[in-house]
């Protein structure tokens, strides 16, 4: 076994679960406290990387068009929640896919409008472009420690503000039992505004993170939509920690799935079969996960305290 | 009695031969929705100056271009087509970016009888045993432009390589193409989830692991950019030489060059066709198509051009009667028409019998960047699928 590949792909594994985690933790936020099916959350997804990504080519700051990408996230966040979301809070879950998928071909059209269909190549500063030696023979780029760093950071932020702050005790009693805590004179309707705009900046941000490697375009946000959707079934909805953990074991088991799943395949099949055999089955590997974790443990790895149904 | 008989014949015979042909309707699918939408846009633009080149008609008959929208997924392209077919009643089908989009619809096509020119894609199923006398591509087979790949790394002494393309038809093409004409040893091989994989971080890191001499990739429309822009943030594209083949074109090549990463300059691949190239059809296509749009034009649009003059051909062939389907296949067959690349013939499984080159990006006297052509690599190409192909 090659050491040094094996971190690596550690790395990058460790580096996928972080962008899964910005997603997934505004989507299990939304879901968990809300109670609201946002498929649209994928299209806060690209705006911010658009948006963002826009400000950084007119500024020629990558991290002025991050730090500007926060304030405009949240106002867009608190429109389209007051807006549109707001009527959707009683309805059926069925309505709310139906208005939020609504939202996704209103996005991706108003991207085509504004931006056009070829999309948006975000370059990077210079310091954080190239690689950096970690010692025993590993190089790792730059910009992907850059994001690791990023979404730490993001992580214990949000475990503070949901852990030991007013506003996270509000959230977490508006999610435990929104009419007790409605009834104690918490004001829910501008709580869920809230957490909504913190759920837009923490996509946007995501989207606007993962430009300069993979570029923005419209859709982009669909699959890891899809992903971030495993992540929370996993994690359980409505915990931002299962949201984390689950994240990065589903960055682990999809990367190095792509990166070993053929060599190990080599030992059972022919290399042609297992050629064709790797790709497929390693694309697999984290919805096999979701399936066994969704038969054994229906409520996630790691249910917050006191939600009820 | 007879006079009633007669009446109803000449009825009878009015219904079956459809509104006297006034016009050519011509289908052209493409994807016009989706990032890939940028690829239709440009086969668009080209489509519609070469209408305009040749005043709107054909033999006299006015032209008319429907465009469907394949949606980059091939169970909307075979609705798309069928659509063309049964409510637009077009004469000929064309376009076609994607090999797997191509696959599902043709049978459409074909089962009605039309013909059906491919404008890009050319799977080795249509150009080997399913080849069709009615189908006809004026591309190139998958596999020719990797072939060639592979003998321009043989010519520069690259000694091992790693490939990496997307799992799809095409992708398989590129890479068995590659691997039919290289003489030097493959040490890695991956294949990513297509259309969906944005990230190769992991193949990249194996890529590095390896130390081959180079990688040869092949992703087409926004897919390109993104893993060449990962490849130089891994720290790889001053280390190991990049090949490509339909990766690197005029779309992406403007998005390179405001994102100012000059590690694509001077990457080499390989093409039937290039903006330079001299001849009296492509001077004016190119100058023209720079002109109208402000930019130049890729291979997909000198492909979607050559298939409106390619067409054109076939309905002067048969003086306008796009009933004939035989005397435009004979025609079609010909290939007599001035085509952007220089001359070319058919092959018996109706895929071009061309040249191949080398190309590299430069950039040109204005400070654009684009791609200049190199010395020939394969003269006379033929696929290699053609001997499969059992033509009545």
């Given at each position: ?16 679960g972080i962008i899964?985690?910005l997603?997934?933790a ?11 099916v ?6 806060l997804f690209?705006?911010g990387?658009?948006v ?9 700051s990558?991290v002025?068009?991050?730090l500007l990408?926060i304030?405009a996230?949240?106002?867009i966040?608190i429109v389209?929640e007051?807006?549109?979301l707001?009527?959707?809070y009683p ?7 139906l ?8 996005f ?5 409008l504004?931006w056009?269909p070829?999309?948006l190549v975000?370059?990077l500063?210079?310091w954080l472009?190239?690689v ?9 780029p730059v910009?992907r ?7 730490l950071?993001?992580?214990f ?20 039992n ?5 009834a ?6 501008k ?8 759920g837009a900046?923490?996509a ?26 495993v992540?929370i ?5 409505g915990?931002?920690?299962g949201?984390?953990?689950?994240s ?9 799935g792509?990166?070993?799943?053929d ?9 042609n079969a297992?050629e064709s ?8 590997l984290i919805?096999?996960?979701?399936a ?7 409520q996630g790895?790691?249910?917050p305290k006191?939600?009820?149904? | 009695?007879?006079?009633?008989l007669?009446?109803s ?8 031969s ?10 052209f699918?493409t ?5 890939a939408?940028?690829i ?6 080209a489509?519609?100056?070469a ?8 033999s006299?008959l ?5 465009y469907a ?10 609705q ?7 409510s ?5 089908v ?5 090999s797997?989009v191509?696959?599902a619809?043709?049978?459409?096509v074909?089962?009605?009888?039309k013909i ?14 399913q ?5 006809f591509n ?19 002494g690259v000694?091992?390589i ?8 095409a ?18 091989k991956d294949?990513?989830?297509w259309p ?5 971080s992991?193949?990249?890191s194996?890529i590095k ?6 990688v040869f990739?092949?992703?087409?429309g926004p897919?390109?950019?993104?893993f ?10 001053g280390?190991?030489p990049?090949?490509s083949?339909?990766?690197?074109d ?13 590690a694509v300059?001077?990457?080499?691949m390989t ?11 492509n001077?004016?296509f190119?100058?023209d198509?720079q002109?109208?749009?402000?930019r130049?034009?890729?291979?997909f ?5 050559d ?6 051909s076939?309905?002067?062939?048969v ?5 004939d ?5 004979v025609?079609l067959?010909k ?9 070319f013939?058919m092959?018996?499984n109706?895929?071009?019998i ?5 190309r590299?990006?430069?950039?040109d006297d ?5 791609t200049a ?14 001997s499969?192909?059992k033509?009545p």
């Open positions: 076994m090659d050491y040094v590949l094996l971190t690596e792909q550690v790395l990058n594994g460790f580096q996928l899964l985690f997603m997934a505004g989507l299990t936020l939304v879901f968990g406290i809300m109670d609201l946002n498929l649209a959350h994928g299209s690209m705006i990387a658009f963002g990504g826009t400000i950084a080519l007119l500024t020629g990558f002025l068009g991050v990408m304030p996230m949240l106002v966040g389209v007051m807006t549109t707001r009527t959707l309805r059926d879950h069925l309505d709310q896919v208005a939020t998928f609504g939202l996704i071909l209103f991706n059209e108003a991207v085509r504004i056009g070829e999309g975000v370059p500063p210079s472009d190239g950096v030696a970690l010692g025993f023979g590993i190089t790792y910009y420690i850059f994001t690791i760093i990023v979404g950071l993001v992580a932020g949000l475990y503070l503000l949901v852990g030991k702050t007013r506003i996270g005790m509000l959230i977490r009693a508006g999610a435990s929104r009419t007790m805590a409605g104690l004179g918490v004001n829910i309707p709580l869920f505004t809230l957490v909504f705009g913190i900046v923490l946007g941000l995501a989207g606007l993170i993962i430009t300069p490697i993979t570029q923005a375009a419209i859709g982009m946000g669909e699959d890891v939509l899809i992903l971030a959707f992540v079934v996993v994690g359980g909805i915990s931002i920690r949201a984390f953990i689950a990065i074991v589903t960055g682990l088991i999809d990367t190095l792509r990166s070993f799943l060599d190990i395949l080599l030992f059972f099949m022919p290399s297992a055999a790797g790709p497929a089955v390693s694309s697999m919805y096999i996960l979701m066994a974790i969704l038969f054994f443990r229906p790895l790691f249910p006191g939600a009820g149904g | 009695m007879l006079k009633k007669l009446g014949a000449a009825l009878l015979a009015l219904l079956a459809p509104a006297a042909a006034d016009k050519v309707k011509i289908g699918v994807t016009l929705t989706t990032p939408a940028v239709g846009k440009d086969m668009r633009d489509v519609d100056l209408v305009e080149h040749i005043g709107g008609k054909m006299g006015d032209v008319e271009i429907i929208d394949d949606e980059f997924n091939s169970q909307k392209g075979k798309a087509t069928e659509r063309l077919i049964l637009d009643n077009v004469d000929i064309a376009g076609y970016i994607w797997n191509l696959l619809s043709a049978p459409v074909l089962n009605e009888g059906l020119i491919s404008a890009n894609a050319g799977p080795a199923q249509l150009a080997g045993a080849c069709h006398e009615n189908f004026i591309a190139w087979q998958n596999d020719q432009t990797p072939m060639a790949m592979g003998e321009l790394l043989n010519q520069v000694e091992s790693y490939l990496v393309a997307p799992n799809y038809a992708g398989q093409n590129m890479v068995a193409g590659v691997e039919r004409t290289f003489k030097g040893k493959i040490i890695g294949m990513t989830v969906s994989q944005r990230d190769w992991a193949e990249l194996k692991a390896a130390k081959p001499d180079g990739t092949f992703y087409p897919a390109g950019p993104a060449i822009k990962q490849y130089q943030q891994a720290g790889l594209s280390e190991v990049l090949y083949v339909f990766t690197l005029s779309i992406s090549l403007p998005l390179f060059q405001k994102a100012n990463m000059e300059l001077g990457t080499k093409q039937f066709w290039a903006p330079d190239m001299d001849n009296e059809a001077r004016k190119v100058a198509f002109a109208k749009y402000g130049y034009p890729s291979y649009a000198a492909q979607s051009y298939s409106i003059m390619y067409i054109k076939a309905i002067e062939a003086k306008g009667d796009v009933l389907t035989d005397g435009m296949r025609a067959e290939a007599d028409f001035p085509s952007v690349r220089g001359p013939r092959g018996n109706h895929f071009p061309q040249n191949f080159y080398e590299t990006v430069v950039t204005n400070g654009d960047w684009t052509v190199g010395r020939v690599i394969l003269k006379d190409h033929q696929d290699p699928y053609a499969q192909c033509m």
